[in-house]
C-alpha cells in the first residue's frame, strides 16, 4: 500500500528525518509542497529538494502559487515578477516544479478584493498554460466565479484542492474534467455532504492530500498535521466507499503521478 499527499505546506526548516520516519510508518511514497507567496514560492522547490535529498526514494515535487489571500502581492505590473520566478524555477529545478498554484477564490475570508483575486487567478492559469504545468485550485464560497474563470481554460489541467463540497458540486467538476482531491475535511463528523461527494465520485477523478500543517484527520483533529495522515483520510474514504484500501491507494497515489507528470506508472 502506498500513499500520496498531493498536497502540503512543509516549513523551510522542516525535520526531514522525523518526517522520514513518519512517511515510512504510514507507507506515504511522497508529496507535493505548494506555495502560497512569492516567500513560500521561491522556497517550495528548495525544500524539496531537501526533502528528496534525505530519501531519494521518495517521490517528490513542487509547486509555486499565489493564494487567494495573498492575490494583491501580484497586483498590477508584479506578477511579472511571479512569472520570471517560474521561468527560473523551471531552468533551476526542472525536476521538482510540477504546477503552479495553489491559486484561486476566496470570498469566505474576502482578504483580499474579488477584482484583485479574479486578476491573479487569471494571471496564474495564463502562466500555467505558457509553461505546461497544470493547476491546483483554492476556492471558497466563490463556485460561480471560479468556474466563471475557468469556462476560458476548458482544455488545461486543474485538481480542485481540499475539495469540501457536496454531490452537486463533483458533478460540475466532473464536467470541468476536473481531478477532485479530498483533505482531512472528509473524516470530520459534520462533514456528512463532503463524505457523500466521496462515495459519488470516481476513483479515477480523486486524489487524497492533508493541506498539512492544517486539517489534521480525525482522530488527529487540532493537532499539528503532517504529510504521513495522508494515509488516515485515504483509508477513510476507502472505506466509505467500500472498496479496498490498498487498491483506493494504488489508485489514487497513480492518479496524483498521472497529473503532476512524476511518473509513467507505479
Ligand atoms: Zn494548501
Redesign the pocket.
Known amino acids: 500500500m502506498t500513499w500520496f499527499d498531493s498536497?502540503c505546506?512543509l516549513e523551510a526548516d522542516v525535520d526531514t528525518s522525523d518526517l522520514n520516519e513518519k512517511l515510512r510508518e504510514r507507507n506515504v511514497y511522497g508529496l507535493i509542497n505548494?506555495g502560497?507567496t512569492m516567500e513560500t514560492s521561491r522556497r517550495s522547490p528548495m525544500v524539496a529538494r531537501r526533502v528528496k535529498e534525505s530519501n531519494p526514494e521518495l517521490i517528490v515535487g513542487a509547486t509555486l502559487g499565489i493564494h487567494p489571500h495573498d492575490g494583491a502581492e501580484v497586483e498590477g505590473g508584479d506578477y511579472l515578477q511571479f512569472d520570471e520566478l517560474i521561468a527560473a524555477t523551471k531552468e533551476e529545478h526542472s525536476d521538482l516544479l510540477v504546477g503552479i498554484g495553489?491559486c484561486g477564490l476566496d470570498y469566505y475570508y474576502d482578504y483580499c478584493d474579488r477584482r484583485v483575486q479574479r486578476q491573479a487567478f487569471v494571471a496564474q492559469i495564463e502562466s500555467a498554460v505558457k509553461y505546461d504545468l497544470p493547476i491546483v485550485i483554492?476556492t471558497r464560497d466563490a463556485w460561480e466565479d471560479t468556474f466563471a474563470v475557468l469556462d476560458d481554460f476548458r482544455d488545461h489541467r486543474f485538481v480542485l484542492?481540499?475539495f469540501t463540497g457536496g454531490p452537486g458540486e463533483v458533478e460540475r467538476l466532473l464536467d470541468y474534467n476536473m481531478v477532485i482531491s479530498f483533505s482531512g475535511v472528509v473524516t470530520f463528523k459534520k462533514s456528512v455532504e463532503n463524505q457523500e461527494a466521496a462515495k459519488i465520485c470516481p476513483v479515477d477523478r480523486m486524489i487524497v492530500e492533508t493541506?498539512a500543517p492544517?486539517l489534521a484527520p480525525t482522530p488527529f483533529r487540532g493537532k499539528p498535521n503532517n504529510p504521513s495522515l495522508v494515509s488516515v483520510t485515504g483509508d477513510f474514504i476507502a472505506k466509505l466507499k467500500g472498496i479496498d484500501v490498498d487498491l483506493f491507494a494504488k489508485a489514487t497515489t497513480q492518479n496524483a503521478l498521472t497529473f503532476f507528470s512524476l511518473l509513467p506508472t507505479l
Open positions: 498536497h505546506h505548494i502560497t495553489e483554492h484542492h481540499c493541506d492544517y
